[in-house]
């Protein structure tokens, strides 16, 4: 498959980030619109954000056929994939396995043996791209077990001795509260049951470290009152 696309390392924000011109990308798509009108589709059709999946260059000097000022717009490489996505053609999914190409072989260099600065730079812009995206992945993956394990202990603190935590209890009856205002109920559920005599539980909470339970009849008083 031969593809005229230049990657270029850009400043994107405060990284380097490697970039396509979306004029090459325009062309090689095959595109017979007018790029303007196609480019600015893109953008709004892709939910692309600037300065985060593209950057804007004005062409200083330059006009368009209708006499206004020329821009340029270099998209980063994941834009450049959904892009080519969203096309819906042979020659979309083509471009998408060339930029994976390109990825796989830029992390796969070794860098010392890279001479060029622009090489270089693109190499280590896309080596520190991949590590986000991994950590990224990786903290998606833990925030869903947190959340897991939270539900349950939410859910079904003590039921063989009927003690909730008060987040548990909430949303067990349908009144869901902040962690703030947890607290504050927590504190009254305590004084409570101290004046009954009734048990304090400790539970583990993966959010707040331990924290306390209290009986089902001392969770419904306070829960009433507020």
Not at 132 to 147: C, G, H, N
């Amino acid at each position: 498959m031969t593809v005229n696309i230049t990657i270029h390392p850009r400043q994107i924000g405060s990284d380097l980030i490697p970039t396509i011109s979306g004029r090459e990308l325009h062309a090689e798509l095959r595109i017979g619109k007018d790029f303007t009108s196609w480019v600015k589709a893109q953008i709004k059709r892709g939910r692309l954000i600037e300065n985060r999946d593209f950057v804007k260059l004005t062409q200083k000097g330059e006009l368009s056929a209708t006499g206004q000022i020329q821009s340029e717009y270099h998209f980063t490489l994941e834009a450049g994939k959904h892009i080519g996505m969203m096309s819906g053609t042979d020659r979309g999914f083509e471009l998408r396995e060339y930029f994976l190409e390109c990825e796989r072989r830029a992390k796969s260099a070794i860098l010392p043996a890279v001479h060029d600065p622009r090489t270089a730079a693109l190499i280590d812009a896309l080596v520190r791209q991949d590590a986000l995206e991994q950590e990224q992945a990786r903290q998606a993956t833990e925030l869903a077990r947190l959340q897991e394990n939270v539900a349950v202990i939410e859910a079904r603190t003590q039921p063989e001795n009927k003690h909730f935590t008060v987040l548990g209890y909430s949303n067990l009856i349908g009144r869901p509260v902040d962690a703030r205002m947890a607290a504050n109920l927590g504190r009254k559920c305590a004084a409570l049951s101290r004046d009954k005599g009734l048990v304090i539980g400790d539970v583990r909470d993966p959010r707040f470290g331990t924290v306390h339970s209290y009986h089902e009849s001392i969770l419904q008083e306070v829960l009433q009152t507020t």
